[in-house]
């Protein structure tokens, strides 16, 4: 006697998209070796996890509705433990004919991902554009523009006064840092005179 069963199951969701249709389609070969028909398959799409699971936080979720018979349901569950690919998988009993509808397939997100691909180029050809148009009508700065915009303007005061006597402040702390310095290499090798009297 056939019962309606459901599997719940989910794939790594940091699995790039070829790779998750081709563990899709692993499972659907599982589940087809033990069933006697597939009724339906739904996509929920990538969903956070609420805890991590083997250090993943995003999970691709699928329902599949199919007819089995009972004594086939525990070499199903053991297909499904061997494979590495499913997270993890409920079969329960399919009461009523609900079945929720998808979310974001696999499909959906190749095609945000061509949009997205398709807006980066229109913005870098405008960029482009925009840059040659600039040229064309003398709008854009010339080489000899950008040097004199980056070469900082030299001031003409009498400061000149005043660098000779910063010179001769920063000669004193030089000089007052050598004599720290000669004392401390002193204190040392009097230490070693007197370390080699007393033995």
Same mark, same amino acid.
């Given at each position: 006697?056939?019962?309606?069963?459901?599997?719940?199951?989910?794939?790594?969701?940091?699995?790039?998209?070829?790779?998750?249709?081709?563990?899709?389609?692993?499972?659907?070969?599982?589940?087809?070796?033990?069933?006697?028909?597939?009724?339906?398959?739904?996509?929920?799409?990538?969903?956070?996890?609420?805890?991590?699971?083997?250090?993943?936080?995003?999970?691709?979720?699928?329902?599949?509705?199919?007819?089995?018979?009972?004594?086939?349901?525990?070499?199903?569950?053991?297909?499904?433990?061997?494979?590495?690919?499913?997270?993890?998988?409920?079969?329960?009993?399919?009461?009523?004919?609900?079945?929720?509808?998808?979310?974001?397939?696999?499909?959906?997100?190749?095609?945000?991902?061509?949009? %997205? +691909?398709?807006?980066?180029? $229109?913005?870098?050809? @405008?960029?482009?554009? /925009?840059?040659? !148009? #600039?040229? =064309? &009508?003398?709008?854009?700065?010339?080489?000899?523009?950008?040097?004199?915009?980056?070469?900082?303007?030299?001031?003409?005061?009498?400061?000149?006064?005043?660098?000779?006597?910063?010179?001769? %402040? +920063?000669?004193?702390?030089? $000089?007052?840092?050598? @004599?720290?310095?000669? /004392?401390?290499? !002193? #204190?040392? =090798? &009097?230490?070693?005179?007197?370390?080699?009297?007393?033995?």
């Amino acid at each position: 006697m056939t019962r309606k069963y459901e599997l719940l199951y989910v794939l790594n969701g940091t699995l790039r998209t070829d790779q998750l249709k081709a563990q899709m389609q692993r499972v659907q070969e599982l589940v087809e070796s033990v069933a006697e028909g597939i009724v339906e398959k739904v996509e929920w799409g990538r969903r956070r996890l609420a805890y991590e699971i083997q250090d993943v936080r995003d999970g691709y979720y699928v329902i599949v509705h199919f007819y089995m018979n009972p004594e086939n349901a525990s070499e199903l569950e053991r297909l499904l433990r061997i494979n590495d690919a499913v997270m993890r998988y409920l079969i329960v009993l399919a009461e009523g004919s609900f079945m929720p509808s998808g979310r974001r397939t696999i499909a959906d997100e190749e095609a945000d991902q061509e949009k %997205e +691909t398709a807006k980066a180029l $229109e913005a870098e050809a @405008e960029a482009a554009a /925009e840059a040659s !148009e #600039e040229v =064309a &009508e003398g709008d854009a700065p010339t080489a000899d523009e950008v040097k004199l915009e980056d070469e900082v303007p030299v001031d003409s005061t009498d400061d000149k006064e005043d660098v000779p006597a910063e010179t001769e %402040e +920063t000669e004193e702390v030089v $000089e007052d840092s050598d @004599e720290v310095s000669s /004392e401390s290499d !002193e #204190e040392p =090798a &009097e230490e070693s005179v007197n370390d080699n009297v007393s033995s």
